[in-house]
């Protein structure tokens, strides 16, 4: 079935770093990717999201480019701030009434 | 703010016990979508409803089961609860399946 892998955390990163978050995917068809965060104690947010290859979400200064090629969608930011601090998920739905499927989650910790 | 409300926000119940977890969605979203999310994964699948009618499920047993309602409201039900079903459960709702939008969350703790 389907499934999205991303790099495992805690990811730890000073104020401005640039962030780099990796997801890879396997499923049939063409899915569309997706980025949600997780905030402290809440729900997941949308982040961003891709609806075929080559396309490119961004969001808030994040972005990520579906590439079919290597079949990953890979989280970047080019100056991370202590509010990004929060869990990222990777996500894919196929076509039609199919679900979401996470990956389990990159915590991202921005220390000033 | 997503417009997707859930109550309660956290729950205490012991093994054997029955729960009802609830969610409002916005008017007009006719499908929505609840999600377990175990301590440190990813959301998992629960099942999804379209205009009340279920019409996807995932590896979950049929303890689990749910309802839509016509006011745009949804429940989970969960009996016979396990220690394992300890979580974060997630409503998702949305006009399609293609684009959803999570409420805070039920954190259901069972002792």
């Known amino acids: 079935g389907d499934s999205v892998t991303q790099m495992e955390g805690p990811v730890t990163l000073s104020e401005e770093a640039f962030l780099t978050i990796n997801c890879t995917y396997t499923?049939?068809?063409?899915?569309?990717l997706f980025w949600y965060v997780q905030y402290p104690g809440e729900g997941l947010q949308l982040l961003l999201k891709a609806t075929k290859a080559d396309d490119k979400g961004s969001n808030k200064g994040f972005e990520a480019t579906y590439r079919k090629e290597t079949t990953s969608f890979h989280l970047e930011k080019g100056s991370v701030q202590v509010s990004d601090s929060a869990v990222y998920f990777c996500?894919?739905?196929?076509?039609?009434?199919?679900?979401?499927?996470f990956g389990k989650g990159t915590r991202l910790s921005v220390i000033a | 703010e997503t417009g997707v409300t859930q109550s309660p926000t956290h729950l205490i119940k012991t093994r054997g016990q029955q729960v009802t977890l609830r969610c409002s969605s916005q008017?007009?979203?006719?499908?929505v979508s609840w999600y377990q999310q175990a301590l440190g994964q990813g959301p998992q699948f629960i099942f999804q409803y379209y205009r009340e009618e279920e019409n996807g499920r995932g590896n979950f047993p049929p303890r689990f089961s749910g309802l839509q309602f016509p006011n745009y409201s949804s429940e989970l039900n969960v009996n016979a609860l396990e220690l394992d079903d300890s979580a974060l459960y997630l409503c998702?709702?949305?006009?399609?399946?293609?684009?959803?939008?999570f409420g805070p969350g039920t954190r259901l703790l069972v002792l």
């Open positions: 499923a049939t068809g063409y899915p569309s």
């Open positions: 996500a894919l739905k196929g076509s039609g009434n199919t679900p979401l499927v």
């Open positions: 008017s007009g979203h006719n499908t």
């Open positions: 998702a709702s949305g006009l399609t399946t293609e684009t959803q939008y």
